[in-house]
Nanobody, 123 residues
Framework: QVQLVESGGGLVQTGGSLRLSCAASGRTFRHYEMGWFRQAPGKEREFVSFISMSGSTTYYADSVKGRFTISRDNANKTVSLQMNGLKPEDTAVYYC????????????????WGQGTQVTVSS
């Protein structure tokens, strides 16, 4: 069993930066592939980024590529999302997810989810 707790969300102006963190419980964090997703009001949950167990492989949604960077620290059981150049369209609740089990890491087919953290970008 894994519990995920996100932090780091908040209100920022266009062009600003935020760093989201996801702290995991459990002894097998290093065995889980991790993802970040986001959901804006009235929209479906969408893929943001993925990182493999070792951190050697990462994927990004086209909309955030070049602006967001995912990383993980297996010793401290955390995964982070550095978000630069934020835009109003990045406004959403951001969710951390663990243990991808679907056909693509870009789909929300993960076993464990955090409660989410709100990111609001003002224009």
């Amino acid at each position: 069993q894994v519990q995920l707790v996100e932090s780091g969300g908040g209100l920022v102006q266009t062009g600003g930066s935020l760093r989201l963190s996801c702290a995991a419980s459990g002894r097998t964090f290093r065995h889980y592939e991790m993802g970040w997703f986001r959901q804006a009001p009235g929209k479906e949950r969408e893929f943001v980024s993925f990182i493999s167990m070792s951190g050697s492989t990462t994927y990004y949604a086209d909309s955030v590529k070049g602006r967001f960077t995912i990383s993980r620290d297996n010793a401290n059981k955390t995964v982070s999302l550095q978000m630069n150049g934020l835009k109003p369209e990045d406004t959403a609740v951001y969710y951390c997810a663990a243990e991808w089990r679907g056909t693509s890491p870009r789909t929300p087919e993960y076993t464990y989810w955090g409660q989410g953290t709100q990111v609001t970008v003002s224009s």
